[in-house]
């Protein structure tokens, strides 16, 4: 099976999980006990969130271990149901589901949602989302990596806009970005990006499921209790295993960030090229800014109107070559993506697109063996269904 989906989850790292094994067995002790075996695991998870911090470049209190990255977005989303009175959030409109379902749910409760639309190009515009912001904002949230597209927002700008306006209002806005398809592939240095929080997940770089980061600056009200742990924003006894694992992932991604990076671009100009002589071919965004430093080297949608998306999924997974129809949260029940209907895509385009999307070792075959299948299957597809 060529495997071109890594955006959903990449193969796990044998060296991480062989670390998570490790960590089980060796350091089996509850942290929060005062025994020597729980001391031992304390220990252990002190260096993690230390290393941890290294890589982003924060404060090692500022590092919460959670689940993953859905997780991370549903604390900083549901805190706002703490406050004594709803307000508004700006929100882009091309958010993850862990963030864009959780906002349906404040505005259930009350709270008004103002959506910052991108351009065609899948980008954010700053000047936008600072227009959106007033004395009722309480939280701006923008993704930072488009899980469908690649687009990589201009956080820099975006914070700095929303900044200065917050300032002109004299009314302070927390700004949280969802950095799960950024982190191990492409620079995340909290200290340059200026956000208030941030979540990331292990599984999209390697590492194992069920654990992920929230990097929060300032610690806030939450709704979860229980037994302190994480500074008790994230009670529970923590997954250490998990945790170091997830520590060996993302400092072996960003020891070979730059590597792998020019990699991953060449793979994606390898498959633009080849693409372009496929029958009925769309780029999401153009062909002509695909390519561009503005949106990641790892991930890439193309669309074949009229054939449906899941009907080619479906073929292409016949013929050994497994592809996305888009966020892997949301594919269960395909209908049009709300990233790519925000975009202004048209229907039928939206309605035929596949996420293509790849990782360190997808090779240069992989590629040339999905461009012959999917020609292939895309040239006899397209009669039948026009």
């Known amino acids: 099976m060529i495997y071109l989906d890594w955006a959903a989850t990449a193969p796990p790292d044998r060296e991480c999980l062989d670390v998570a094994l490790n960590t089980a067995v060796e350091t089996f002790g509850n942290p929060s006990s005062l025994h020597t075996p729980g001391k031992k695991a304390a220990s252990v998870l002190i260096e993690s969130r230390k290393a941890i911090s290294r890589i982003l470049d924060c404060a090692s209190s500022q590092v919460i271990f ?47 949602v103002r959506w910052i639309k991108p351009g065609a190009d899948g ?29 990589v927002q201009p956080i820099v700008e975006i914070v700095e806009a929303v900044r200065k306006r917050s300032t002109v209002i004299g009314h302070p806005v927390h700004i949280h970005i969802d950095a799960v398809q950024s982190f191990g592939k492409i620079e995340v240095n909290i200290a340059a990006l200026g ?25 806030i009200p939450v709704l979860y209790r229980g037994g302190g742990q994480e500074t008790a924003l994230r009670p529970g006894t923590e997954n250490l295993p998990a945790v170091t694992a997830l520590v060996r992932a993302a400092t072996k991604g960003v020891t070979s960030l730059q590597e792998h990076y020019d990699y991953a ?8 090229k080849g693409l372009s002589s496929v029958p009925s071919v769309h780029f999401i965004p153009d062909r002509d800014v ?35 129809t888009g966020s892997a949260c949301a594919s269960k029940k395909h209908r049009i993506s709300h990233v790519l209907s925000a975009m202004g895509t048209p229907e039928e385009t939206a309605f035929s697109a596949i996420r293509v999307s790849w990782g360190k070792t997808t090779t240069e075959e992989d590629i040339d063996i999905f461009l012959k299948i999917l020609s292939e299957e895309v040239g006899k597809m397209i009669s039948i269904f026009r």
């Not at 929080?197 to 929230?214: D, E, N, T």
């Not at 949608?301 to 070559?321: H, K, M």
């Open 66 to 112: 959670t689940s993953g990255g859905s997780e991370s977005n549903n604390i900083i989303i549901s805190s706002l149901l703490l406050k004594g009175k709803a307000g508004s959030v700006v929100v882009s409109a091309m958010e993850h589901s862990s963030i864009h379902k959780p906002v349906g749910l404040l505005k259930q409760r009350g709270w008004e």
């Open 123 to 151: 980008l954010i515009d700053s000047a936008d989302v600072a227009s959106k912001v007033d004395e009722t904002t309480a939280l701006v949230a923008i993704i930072h990596t488009n899980n469908e597209t690649g687009a």
């Open 195 to 219: 956000v208030d929080s941030a979540s990331f997940s292990g599984h999209k770089l390697g590492g194992p499921r069920g654990v992920g980061i929230l990097f929060l600056k300032k610690s």
């Open 265 to 272: 671009y060449s793979l994606k100009q390898r498959l633009v």
């Open 290 to 324: 695909v390519l561009q430093k503005s949106y990641s080297p790892y991930i890439l949608t193309i669309s074949f109107p009229p054939i449906p998306a899941e009907v080619l999924q479906r073929v292409l997974n016949d013929r050994g070559v497994a592809v996305s």
